[in-house]
């Protein structure tokens, strides 16, 4: 069994910044590449960012230079710290891990305030 907990969504207002964390339990094999999606409302849901073993980093062009996706391998866990926060950044942002299958979290709202 494999868990993954996010924590760090909330309000903010526009322009303003928050750290989104997952952590990762359970029987992990290995993990190969870690990541963000996010869904909004009436939308599908898309990726943010990702992060490979080796650190190999990948970025959704709406997102660039303004969050950045880190990682933590002796703890498991994973982190997006989202900067210059918009509007259109609202949304559940779900976290995800391939160790090999493929494990989502449970999602946590942000909400960008205008």
């Known amino acids: 069994q494999v868990q993954l907990v996010e924590s760090g969504g909330g309000l903010v207002q526009a322009g303003g910044s928050l750290r989104l964390s997952c952590a990762a339990s359970?029987?992990?094999?290995?993990?190969?590449?870690m990541g963000w999606y996010r869904q909004a409302p009436g939308k599908q849901r898309d990726l943010v960012a990702s992060?490979?073993?080796?650190?190999?980093?990948n970025y959704a062009h709406s997102i660039k230079g303004r969050f950045t996706i880190s990682r933590d391998n002796a703890k498991n866990t994973m982190y997006l710290q989202m900067n210059s926060l918009k509007p259109e950044d609202t949304a559940v942002y779900y976290c995800?891990?391939?160790?090999?299958?493929?494990?989502w979290g449970q999602g946590t709202q942000v909400t960008v305030s205008s």
């Open positions: 359970g029987n992990i094999f290995s993990i190969t590449a």
């Open positions: 992060i490979t073993s080796t650190s190999y980093t």
């Open positions: 995800y891990i391939r160790a090999p299958n493929t494990y």
